[in-house]
């Protein structure tokens, strides 16, 4: 199906983290801000005409959200060279 409607987003993310022998660890957050272009809508479908109806109250959307991340590397073998 083809949605009748774009969209233009922005992300912010940030990370802060620190290594301890193999593992990095830290802390994350994004932002990410939609903003929805009215397309070409099919007028026999209602699922359409819902969306628009919607787009024309919320024409913008945000998520934001925070979190924590841990990686675990692979030693560096200076036999095998990788």
């Known amino acids: 199906m083809v949605i009748p409607f774009g969209f233009d987003f922005t992300v912010f993310t940030e990370a802060t983290g620190f290594a301890t022998d193999d593992l990095f660890q830290g802390v994350l957050s994004f932002d990410y801000e939609y903003r929805f272009i009215r397309g070409r809508p099919d007028p026999t479908n209602a699922l359409h005409a819902q969306l ?20 675990r590397t692979k030693p560096f073998d200076t036999q095998a060279g990788i």
Not at 52 to 71: D, H, K, Q, Y
């Open 52 to 71: 628009l109806s919607f787009m024309a109250i919320a024409p913008t959307a945000r998520v934001e959200g925070e979190g924590t991340f841990s990686i």
